[in-house]
C-alpha cells in the first residue's frame, strides 16, 4: 500500500466545502433570480468520494470499513431527522399551522416505499436529507457486496444502474412529458450507488502515469462541470452525462495530488465538516430568509455557507471540549 493511499486525501475534504457551496446555491436560487445555478456537480461528486474513502488495498479491511460505515450514515441520519423534526415543530407555531396536522403527517402510509425506495424524508424542511437515506441504503447494499465478497459485482452495476437512471431522466422525459420517473431515479438505486461503485473502484486505480496528467484531468473536469447547462426536457440527459464526466475527472485529479500531514484542520474543524453544512445550510438558509434579504444569489449562498459553518464549528468545539474534560476526569 503507497503512502499517497495510507493518507487520507485532505483535498478532498476541502473540497467538500466548496460543493457544499453549490448545493446551497441549487436549493436557494428561488425565483426572484434571473439565473439558474449550473452547478449539479456537488452530489454525484459526494457519493464517488463517499466510495473512494471507503476503499483499502488490504480486502481484510473492506468488511469492517463497510460496517463502520452503515454506523456513520445512521449517526448522520440520527442527527439530520432529529433536527430538522424539532426544527418542523417550532415552524408550526411560527406559520401558525396546527401542530396536530404536524404530526398526523410525519410517516408515511408506506414507509418501507417512501423512505427505503424513495429516499424521502420524514419532515417538511428538511429536503436535503434524502440524500443522508440514499447514502444509508447505498451502505447496506455495499455491506452485503463486500460480505459475501461479490466486490466484482459493482463492474455491472455502474453500467447498468447508470443507464438505468439516464433513460428515465432523459428519454422519459423527453418523449413523454413527465418528470414523474425522475422522482423513482434521483435516489439510491440508480443514482447514489453506480456513483458510489464508481468511486469505490476508482480508488483502485491511479490513471496519472505521469505528474502532469492530473492537469489534464482538471481541465477536462472544469469543462465538463460549465456544460451543465440549465436543466430542461431537451438537455436534461446532456446534463447528467456532463456531470458524471466532470465528477470521474476531478476525482482524478484530486488523486494525482500529493498528499499532506493536515492534523491541524482536522483537530479544528474534523473531516465530516462538509455533510454537517449540508445537514444544517436549509434551516439556517429559511431562518435568514425572514430577517434579511439578499440582492442576490452568490451573497445568499455564502452567509447561509458561513452561517452554517459557524454553528457546526461551535458544536465541534465544543464536543472535542467535553471529550478533553472527559479524558482528565479518568486520569
Keep these: 500500500m503507497s503512502e499517497r493511499s495510507m493518507q487520507r486525501n485532505v483535498w478532498l475534504d476541502l473540497f467538500k466545502?466548496?460543493?457544499?457551496?453549490?448545493?446551497?446555491?441549487?436549493?436557494?436560487?428561488?425565483?426572484?433570480?434571473?439565473?439558474?445555478?449550473?452547478?449539479?456537480?456537488?452530489?454525484?461528486?459526494?457519493f464517488m468520494m463517499s466510495g473512494y474513502?471507503?476503499?483499502?488495498p488490504d480486502h481484510a479491511t473492506w468488511q469492517k470499513n463497510a460496517l463502520a460505515f452503515i454506523k456513520r450514515n445512521v449517526h448522520y441520519m440520527i442527527i439530520g431527522f432529529g433536527i430538522y423534526i424539532v426544527?418542523?415543530?417550532?415552524?408550526?407555531?411560527?406559520?401558525?399551522?396546527?401542530v396536530g396536522y404536524y404530526f398526523t403527517t410525519l410517516f408515511y402510509d408506506d414507509i418501507f416505499l417512501q423512505f427505503f425506495i424513495l429516499n424521502r424524508p420524514i419532515t417538511y424542511s428538511g429536503y436535503q436529507l434524502w440524500f443522508l437515506i440514499a447514502l444509508f441504503v447505498v451502505s447496506l447494499i455495499h455491506y452485503l457486496i463486500v460480505r459475501f465478497e461479490k466486490e466484482n459485482w459493482y463492474r455491472v452495476?455502474?453500467?447498468v444502474c447508470v443507464a438505468i437512471y439516464l433513460f428515465f431522466s432523459g428519454y422519459m422525459r423527453l418523449f413523454q412529458y413527465t418528470d414523474m420517473?425522475?422522482?423513482?431515479?434521483?435516489?439510491?438505486?440508480?443514482?447514489g450507488l453506480p456513483l458510489f461503485a464508481l468511486g469505490f473502484c476508482m480508488a483502485k486505480y491511479n490513471f496519472n502515469k505521469k505528474p502532469w496528467m492530473k492537469y489534464v484531468y482538471l481541465l477536462f473536469g472544469i469543462g465538463f462541470f460549465f456544460l451543465q447547462i440549465y436543466e430542461?426536457?431537451?438537455?436534461?440527459?446532456?446534463?447528467?452525462?456532463?456531470?458524471?464526466?466532470?465528477?470521474?475527472c476531478l476525482?482524478?485529479?484530486?488523486?494525482?495530488?500529493?498528499?499532506?500531514?493536515?492534523?491541524?484542520?482536522?483537530?479544528w474543524f474534523g473531516k465530516d465538516m462538509a455533510f454537517y453544512i449540508y445537514i444544517f445550510h436549509v434551516a439556517v438558509g429559511i431562518t435568514l430568509g425572514r430577517?434579511?434579504?439578499?440582492?442576490?444569489?452568490?451573497?445568499?449562498?455564502?452567509?447561509?455557507?458561513?452561517?452554517?459553518?459557524?454553528?457546526?464549528?461551535?458544536?465541534?468545539?465544543?464536543g472535542k471540549a467535553i471529550e478533553h474534560l472527559r479524558k482528565k476526569e479518568r486520569i
Excluded at 232 to 248: D, G
Aim: with cysteine; hydrophobic share 50%; net charge positive.
Design 53 to 56: 474513502f471507503l476503499y483499502r
Design 181 to 191: 420517473p425522475i422522482r423513482y431515479t434521483r435516489n439510491a438505486l440508480f443514482f
Design 157 to 159: 452495476i455502474i453500467p
Design 232 to 248: 430542461s426536457r431537451i438537455v436534461v440527459m446532456e446534463m447528467y452525462i456532463s456531470t458524471i464526466l466532470a465528477a470521474v
Design 291 to 318: 430577517v434579511v434579504e439578499f440582492p442576490n444569489l452568490y451573497l445568499k449562498s455564502t452567509v447561509i455557507l458561513l452561517v452554517s459553518m459557524g454553528i457546526y464549528e461551535v458544536c465541534f468545539l465544543a
Design 87 to 98: 426544527y418542523d415543530f417550532i415552524m408550526c407555531y411560527v406559520n401558525g399551522n396546527g
Design 17 to 46: 466545502v466548496f460543493l457544499s457551496f453549490l448545493v446551497i446555491c441549487i436549493h436557494f436560487v428561488g425565483e426572484s433570480y434571473t439565473h439558474h445555478p449550473l452547478y449539479r456537480l456537488a452530489v454525484p461528486m459526494f
Design 251 to 267: 476525482l482524478q485529479f484530486f488523486m494525482g495530488l500529493r498528499g499532506v500531514r493536515c492534523d491541524w484542520f482536522y483537530r
